[in-house]
Structure formats: C-alpha cells, structure tokens
C-alpha cells in the first residue's frame, strides 16, 4: 500500500478481555516500531523489529504486552487482561531501514487505533 | 538519561506572524533530531530532521529548525504562520546505536488565530 495502515481505527473492551491490534507496514520497510499516545505520558516507545533480528522489547509496560511480526511484515500487538490505563492511542511506524549502524531513516506512521478499555 | 523538552505545551500566534516552538535535549551522545506534525485524528507526519551536516534544516509547509549543540536546542520556526498549520508539533531524538527508536516530547500544540 501506499502508507502504514492500522486496524481497527477504534476500539472499545472491557477491562480484564484481551485486544489485538494490526499493523500493515509500508512494502519493502524492514523496520516496524510501536508507540503509544496517551494523555498523561505523550508518546512512549513500545517495540521496535528489524529484519530477522531479536526485537528490542524495552519500551513494553507490563508482561500483559507482546508483539510480533509475522513473515517480516505485518504486526500484531496483543494486550492480554485490559486495564483502563491501557486507553490510548497505538502507533506503528515503519522505515526501510533501522538505525543501527547509523544510516537514519525517516519513519512512516500509520494512523493509529484508539483502544478504549471500560 | 536521555530526555526531549518542549517549552509550553500551548503556543498561539495570529496568522502571518513568526512561529517559534521550542526543544531542548538532554544526551550525552550525538543525538539524531526530529520534529513531526500531528493534525487531529491523523497520524505524524514527519516535518524535518537533522542527523549531520547542515545545522540549519529545512522542511515541509515553509518550517526549519537549526540544531545549535552548545545550546543542546533544535527549535522550530517558521517566518509566517498560516491557519492550515494549526496542529500539534513533536521534537524527538533518536541515537546511532538505538535502532532509530523515537523518544518524544510532550508536543507543542499551535493555535492560530486570524
């Protein structure tokens, strides 16, 4: 496609029921990132994949956070057991290639999915 | 640690003047330097970014931002604001040896008043 797509926009869950939400990076990116907005801690680093390297897990909050990439494309985050404190706004991003051995490259986000846990 | 500051949160300006919106960082590494735009219910759009040379970036929609490393600064400006650029603007910092991960910070938004 044309840009980094999300699914689903919006989304709405109980506490304590499980979510997943989708990432369709940008053909041919090797690199996926995902952030998450919220309105008390702004935009916070979550995962970051690169080719068929171990993903840098750093940013995720809780053991109730996991994410994958599938067949080096496509993301799933998953979170497990919903909290109200999870309500934000997810962000993926991609870029050709990641940073590492300093060749910077623009990331492209997506539009993101707003998850609504009550 | 690494961390991004935006002086104030809300910046209005009237329509024609000169935009200036804020960023200091703190690192003690080279930092790579980035401001992205956010319009409502859309996602960032990348606006510049600085990582060697030039120190005087320019961008998209008439922005530039120079990074002065004494001043560890890299603010936004524009010479004249117009209502389309009403939004929500984000520094942000990555490092060589990080994988490109984005730390942000807290966003300016921009109002503009006719």
């Known amino acids: 496609g044309a840009g980094v797509s999300q699914s689903p926009s919006n989304k709405v869950t109980e506490k304590g029921k499980d979510v997943e939400l989708r990432c369709d990076p940008i053909?041919?990116?090797?690199?996926l990132y995902w952030y998450r907005q919220s309105l008390g801690q702004g935009l916070e680093f979550l995962i970051y994949f690169q080719g068929n390297s171990a993903p840098d897990k750093s940013g995720l909050p809780s053991d109730r956070f996991s994410a994958e990439r599938t067949g080096g494309s496509v993301s799933t985050l998953t979170i497990q057991r919903t909290q109200q404190e999870d309500s934000a706004v997810y962000l993926c991003?991609?870029?050709?290639?990641?940073?590492?051995?300093?060749?910077?490259?623009?990331?492209?986000f997506g539009p993101g999915t707003r998850l609504t846990v009550t | 640690a690494q961390s991004v500051t935006q002086l104030g949160s809300h910046v209005s300006v009237s329509e024609g003047a000169l935009v200036l919106l804020r960023c200091n960082y703190s690192s003690s590494v080279p930092p790579y330097l980035f401001w992205y735009v956010q319009y409502p219910n859309q996602g960032l759009q990348l606006l510049l970014k600085?990582?060697?040379?030039?120190?005087l970036v320019k961008g998209i929609n008439g922005f530039e931002a120079e990074f002065k490393k004494s001043e560890t600064s890299f603010h936004l400006t524009k010479p004249s604001a117009h209502m389309s650029d009403a939004a929500e603007y984000f520094c942000?910092?990555?490092?060589?040896?990080?994988?490109?991960?984005?730390?942000f910070g807290q966003g300016t938004e921009l109002s503009v008043k006719p």
């Open positions: 942000a910092v990555s490092f060589y040896n990080q994988g490109g991960k984005l730390i």
């Open positions: 991003a991609s870029s050709l290639v990641g940073g590492t051995s300093g060749g910077i490259r623009s990331e492209y």
């Open positions: 053909s041919g990116h090797t690199a």
């Open positions: 600085y990582t060697t040379g030039a120190t």
